[in-house]
């Protein structure tokens, strides 16, 4: 009898090899597959959504913090002419038009140039009557709403904030446009 054709080479040599390929071909392809998986949203959940972070309530903002004048923030028109954005919304009870709010603050002119703050150690809060008539009227107009904690960029027009004549006291030259960061820090009677 004579060996059949095919019998007379090393047994499996050729069948291994392809094994070996089919098996890190099955691997790489299980793992890409979790790839696609994980990159299409199925393991990792993903909201369809932006939603702004809650206010970080845990600690109040320091009292030596100073403001910007440079903020990215889109303002949104008010009454009058009064443009405003929340910078940051704050945890507490709501300022009404009627509240007495305890606030810190700084003052730009539209150029940049700042006129007055009240930020820093050892100042006292600044008490805002807002249904007094001779309160500034961006303050009656641009605080309420506001939740204490918060804080909010005002762009005034020279009609709600020192007019035609400006204030030399507040360095504030005539129809001078202002910008303005105030935190309301408290509402009620002003804190000893």
């Known amino acids: 009898m004579y060996a059949a054709s ?3 080479s090393p047994p499996m040599a050729h069948s291994l090899s392809t094994f070996r390929l089919r098996f890190v071909g099955s691997i790489a392809g299980t793992a890409l597959a979790v790839l696609a998986l994980g990159a299409c949203g199925s393991i990792v959940p993903v909201s369809s959504s932006i939603t702004p972070p809650p206010p970080d309530c ?5 009292v030596s913090a100073t403001d910007s004048f440079i903020i990215t923030a889109t303002l949104q028109p008010g009454q009058e002419g009064l443009q405003y954005a929340d910078i940051s919304i704050g945890c507490g009870a709501a300022a009404s038009a009627t509240a007495t709010a305890n606030v810190q603050f700084t003052v730009w002119l539209s150029t940049g140039k700042q006129i007055i703050t009240t930020r820093g150690p050892n100042q ?6 807002l249904a007094d008539p001779t309160t500034l009227p961006f303050w009656r107009l641009g605080i309420p709403g506001m939740k204490v904690g918060g804080t909010r960029r005002l762009v005034v027009p020279p ?3 020192f007019g035609a004549s400006g204030s030399t006291t507040a360095n504030v030259p005539a129809n ?3 910008v303005v960061t105030v935190e309301l820090v408290s509402l009620g009677t002003a804190a000893g």
Not at 58 to 62: K, L, N, Q
Not at 124 to 129: G, I, Q, V
Request: no cysteine.
């Open 124 to 129: 006292p809060l600044n008490t805002l009557a």
């Open 159 to 161: 009609a709600l904030g």
């Open 58 to 62: 845990s600690t109040p903002r320091p």
């Open 6 to 8: 095919g019998y007379d």
């Open 176 to 178: 001078a446009t202002l």
